[in-house]
Each structure stands twice: as C-alpha cells, then as structure tokens.
C-alpha cells in the first residue's frame, strides 16, 4: 500500500513554530485516511464516510455515509472536481458536489497510487502499471510503469519510485528515465528548484538521499533511518518525514535540506496522511485524528494519583474471586518534598512536571509520565525496583464512577516476562490491572470496585454502585403475633472474601406503626445467618399494644454489602409492606400478592456448585420459558415450558456434568424477555 503526502501551504510562517513544545491535540478518535484542503474547507475520510470541516477540524460534517460502499482516499483538482478509491477495492470515483454524490468512473482498477498535477491531469496506480486522465475519468492512458509514489515539477514533469529504481518522465508518462537504480524507495519528491529527495523502507534503502543534478549524482543526507520511511514532504528548507511502517508505530521528525540532526515531533500508530495547514499539523492514523497547534497549551490533568494519607481503594480481583484494599497509611518529608507510603514504597507526585516518582536507594525514579499520550513510550521504575519500557497504549477520557476524567493505559515488561497491561484515572489512581505469564497465562487481574479519597479538607466517596439483589417474597397477612421472615441475599462479588464467603454485610428490617398521623418507629432487627440454609432470618413479635389499638404495621427489609463504600438494596424498592394482624385467618389460607411488574431475579447462590435457584414473578398469566445458554449461544437446558399465572416462582438448577464458566439464563413470558448472568465455579 503507497502513502503520499498533500500540502497545502497558506497563513504561511517560519518553520520556527516546529521547534517549540509539541501540542498535539485528539480531535477524533476514529480511524482517518485521508485529508484534504479546498474552499476553506477541511473534507477527510474516516471508517464512518466523507466529512467537512470549516473549522480547522474542531467540528465536522458528515457529508457522504460509508453505508453502501467505503472510500479510503482522494484528491481535489483545481477545478473542485474530487477523485476517489478504495485501496482493496475496484474502482475509482468522481464527485462534482464536494463529495456529497459519487460516481464510478470508467477505469476498474484498485488504487494505491492517487494524485493529480497542476494541469488537473489525475494519474492512478493500481500495482501494476500507471493510468491517467485529463477530461476527469472519461478516457484513460495506460501507462507501462509501476509506482509507490508521484510528484511533480512544473519545469521537468513527472517523477516516481519505482520496481527499480527512481523514474523521471517530461513528455507526460510516455517515457521514462531510470535516474537511480536501487529499487526499494518508497517515496520521491522534487522541487522547484529540481533538487529530488527519495527514502525507502528495505534494508539498502533506509537512508534519506538527494540528487541537485537530476540523479547524476547522490548524496546521503541521514543514513540508517530505523525501519525505514514513507512519508516524506519539503517546506521551504524543512523535511518532514514518517519512520516506520503502516499499520504500526510511527514517528514524525523533521529535518532539513542540509542534513542537521533529525528532531522527533511526535509518535503514531499506522499513520495514513500528514498535513501541513499552517500553522497546524495534521496526522490521520488509525487511532484518530491528531492536530498540532501552536497556540493549543495540553490539558495533563492534576492530582492524577491522589496522595494523600488516608487514601484507601478496593479492588476486585477476578481470579480467586478476592477482595482486597489498598491505602496510604504513612507519610515523610525528605528533602523538602512529601512522599506518601504505599505499598511499602515511596510515592510523590510531582505537579510541575505531571510525572509520579518513586523513590529508591535515596534517588527518585519515573513512575508514571502523564505527559505522555497514544503510542509514547517512557522508562518506568516499578515497585519492585525494576525499570523497563511502558507504552501508552490507550488515552482519552471516560466515564468512571459518576463522572467523565482522562485515563491512560500502559503496557510493560514487569520483570520474568510479565507483561502488564494498568489503567490509571486522573484523581483516582489504578483502577484495571492485568498481567500474563509466558504462553499466554494469565497471572492477575483487578479492577477497583470502591474508594475512599481526600481532597484538601473532604473526603470523597466513590462506587460502582453494585448493589445485594434481595430474594423475599413479603408477608402481608398474618394470624400470629410472633412471626419471621427468610431473606435470600446475593451479590455480584460474591465468594470476594479470600477462602470464600459472602459479600454482605447486614440484613435488617426497619419498621413502624402507624394509626392516623401518629406513627412510632421501632428499633431496626437484624437477620440472623443461616449458614446451612444460605438465607437471613429475620424474627419479630407484633406489639399487641399497638396492634389491638388499631395501629398498622409497616416493615422494610434492608441489605448492605461490605463494600469500602456500602451499597444498599431496599424490598420494596420504595414505600412500605404492610403487615395485617388477622388472628382468624388459617395458615394455608395466606396469600402471597400479586407482583406488579415482571421480574428476573439474580440466581443464587451465584457463583455455584453444583446447583442453584432462579427466582421470578409475573403480574399476569402467560406462557412462561426459562431457558440456560453458554456463553457460544447454546442451548443447553430448558427449566419451564408451559403456561403459568400471575405470581412468584422459583425453580433450581443443577449443573450435571457441564464445564466451569459462565452461562446465561432467560426468562421468556409472554412479550417480556430478560437475560441474566451466572458462573458456575467447580
């Protein structure tokens, strides 16, 4: 595949605004692969369609969805006429709109090679040889040459890189000169000034070289240029070149004529297209679209690890099924800088060069770089003294615990061939932490569940918001004065306690009577575990004072789980059950309400071994299936099938000889459709 580079120069400035701090800006995170300037108008393309922006790229238009057919590149002529194609797929297109129709031409070939001359003469390689048009795609010349790329000279035409070497033609394609045969270059310029520069990408070719005579002679302007380049573009005394490979990493250096040392301006993943829009650069890769812009100052965040004494996070680690906290119990000072213990190591966070350190053997050390963005690297000291290359392999901004904060997710060696994946969120520290063993293995994994964070003189409360899910089927009648209620509880990180165990951490009834507007609240009554039934007994007696006076009872049943932040569950959701003292009534002759709303409960136990009880109610009769999946979509059992009325239900389910994993279970009543989770541990 043949990248090429369009400049359009206008606002032009000194190349002076390059050497200064790189301010690289996101402005969007959507693959890009190509870009284009005409009419004061940004246009690109993206995996979505054909956009324009009046802005400078801070906002865009879709003008043409990628719905029926996809395009990859294009160029503009001076007439506004656009071109397009597709890299894998046959043909080439036109649009007279801007782009917001498109029209197959009559050439139906692929195309990695796409530009168009001052003339408005367009000229396509497909691989094989070249094609070009001047009467916008009615007729075609097919010219015996192949070309990674194109670039003109208005004086001497046309010039490319070729099977064999380097290829000049001024008679419009027909003839060609071989002026340099090496094969292997990947991209080709001339100037006005017929000075010719060429860079390749195989091993004899990985060095920039220029040629003031028209390829008589050459001179190697930087040798050994890593991996070797394909992009490459001159402004005014300034080249500008991408290092690498498509689809991989990337870097932008600039040069110069001259050959003074190369400077690195920014790194890239599988970069498509820069351009220079002065004072701005533009980079489309398939990570985004990225923008520099001199006057654009990089939000790096602040407190982006909170140190403080006090601090305490709560992980769920998916393995083992544990969790566990960390804090921040101690801090020092040393040298006039505060360092907080964690871990048994010394952390601070430095707020004028947003980096966090490390401190070992009386020195600090880089921990985490917040300045670094997509595809930069940096040398980080772990906790266990190591230090090693981490990537940023992820940024942006997400939604975490309520509210939206940049995160950064890095990759490193941890030692032993540990590789490491870790997340961290700006004001909330390490939230995802995975690594792999060699072979594949997985060796942990976590993510935070719960924190407990101080900021200046508040502490600040976050959770997921994973709530107990209650199992009761509520009493609403009784003959007796002393009664109990059986609570069945679950949860999400259940079996978190090392060894096993539960998640919850109370279960209690809140309750009241009532006559009029008199109301006298009772004391909250704790449940009482049951270990060899896996439910909460609740027990209580009606206080006949009350009751004979004609005073109602209203009760509430509450659960909590042992979150760092507790979250709580309520049956009823909202409101009271009302408890009606009725000494006549039989037994058997006790009614269970109504449900109001269908419902799916979560199994319980849940994980299980070897069997488990599915819980639901429905307001209305209909014919009702519950059915279990794994997780390819597989059915394999069919709990209930058959037509049942209003009410609740519950039925248990066994494993019988499945495999460990995690499986599905779906209740189908009537139009109402609902899918639940489950994992079945051995």
């Avoid at 790189?22 to 690109?44: A, G, M, P, R, V």
């Avoid at 990570?287 to 990089?298: I, K, S, V």
Wanted: contains cysteine; aromatic residues 18%.
């Amino acid at each position: 595949m043949k990248i090429f580079l369009v400049i359009i120069l206008f606002l032009l400035e000194t190349i002076q605004l390059y050497t200064q701090q790189q301010h690289w800006e996101i402005i969007s995170s959507k693959k890009t692969t190509d870009i284009e300037f005409y009419n004061n108008k940004l246009y690109l393309m993206d995996i979505e369609g054909f956009k324009t922006s009046n802005d400078s790229g801070k906002t865009w238009n879709l003008v043409f969805d990628f719905e029926d057919f996809s395009l990859s590149n294009f160029v503009i002529d001076k007439n506004g006429i656009f071109f397009a194609s597709h890299w894998n797929s046959a043909g080439i297109y036109i649009s007279s709109d801007e782009g917001v129709n498109w029209e197959l031409t009559s050439l139906n070939v692929s195309s990695e090679v796409l530009e168009v001359d001052s003339n408005n003469t367009l000229w396509v390689g497909d691989g094989n040889k070249l094609y070009k048009t001047t009467n916008q795609g009615l007729n075609w010349d097919s010219l015996n040459i192949y070309a990674y790329s194109l670039n003109f000279n208005s004086s001497k035409g046309v010039i490319c890189s070729g099977n064999n070497g380097i290829y000049l033609s001024s008679d419009g394609g027909i003839t060609w000169d071989n002026i340099l045969q090496i094969p292997g270059w990947r991209v080709v310029i001339i100037d006005e000034n017929d000075n010719i520069f060429c860079v390749g990408d195989q091993e004899y070719s990985r060095k920039l070289m220029k040629s003031i005579n028209l390829g008589l002679t050459w001179s190697i302007l930087y040798d050994n240029i890593g991996l070797g380049a394909y992009h490459l573009v001159k402004i005014d005394t300034t080249l500008f070149m991408i290092q690498g490979f498509p689809y991989t990493f990337a870097d932008l250096y600039r040069g110069s004529e001259n050959g003074s040392a190369l400077e690195l301006l920014g790194n890239f993943y599988g970069t498509w297209k820069t351009y220079f829009l002065l004072p701005y650069i533009l980079i489309a890769d398939e990570t985004g679209l990225f923008r520099y812009d001199p006057n654009y100052t990089p939000y790096y965040g602040s407190n982006h690890f909170p140190l403080n004494k006090g601090n305490v996070w709560q992980y769920f680690r998916e393995y083992g099924f544990t969790k566990f906290t960390v804090g921040i119990h101690s801090d020092t000072t040393i040298n006039n800088k505060k360092y907080y213990g964690y871990k048994g190591k010394w952390l601070r966070y430095d707020p004028d060069d947003f980096k966090l350190y490390i401190r070992l053997n009386d020195s600090d050390y880089v921990h985490f770089d917040y300045t670094k963005r997509s595809n930069e690297s940096f040398l980080r000291t772990g906790l266990n003294g190591v230090t090693t290359g981490a990537d940023v392999v992820d940024y942006g901004s997400a939604s975490i615990f309520d509210s939206t904060k940049l995160y950064w997710t890095i990759f490193y060696d941890e030692g032993s061939f540990r590789y490491t994946f870790e997340t961290y969120y700006e004001g909330i520290g390490i939230t995802d932490y995975s690594s792999t063993w060699p072979g594949g293995g997985t060796g942990l994994k976590y993510e935070i569940i719960r924190a407990k964070l101080i900021y200046g003189e508040d502490t600040v409360k976050f959770s997921d918001h994973v709530k107990p899910v209650i199992s009761f089927n509520p009493i609403l009648i009784t003959p007796s004065i002393h009664n109990s209620f059986v609570i069945g509880t679950s949860h999400s990180y259940q079996n978190m306690i090392m060894g096993g165990g539960r998640f919850i951490d109370s279960v209690y009834m809140n309750s009241f009577y009532k006559k009029g507007s008199d109301t006298v609240f009772n004391f909250p009554i704790s449940g009482v575990w049951i270990e060899e039934a896996k439910t909460s007994s609740i027990i209580f007696n009606l206080d006949t004072s009350f009751i004979n006076s004609d005073y109602e009872f209203y009760y509430k049943i509450i659960v909590n789980d042992m979150g760092l932040v507790s979250e709580y569950s309520y049956s009823p959701d909202s409101g009271f059950y009302n408890l009606i003292y009725n000494p006549t009534v039989d037994v058997d002759e006790e009614q269970s309400p109504i449900p109001t709303e269908f419902k799916l409960e979560q199994n319980y136990p849940n994980p299980f071994n070897p069997s488990t009880k599915i819980s639901w109610q429905s307001p209305v009769g209909s014919w009702q299936t519950l059915k279990v999946f794994d997780v390819l979509g597989r059915e394999v059992a069919t709990l209930v099938d058959e037509y049942k009325p209003a009410g609740m239900y519950n039925v248990q389910f066994s494993m019988n000889n499945l495999s460990t994993g995690i499986y599905f279970y779906r209740l189908q009543a009537g139009e109402f459709v609902e899918t639940k989770k489950m994992i079945y541990l051995k």
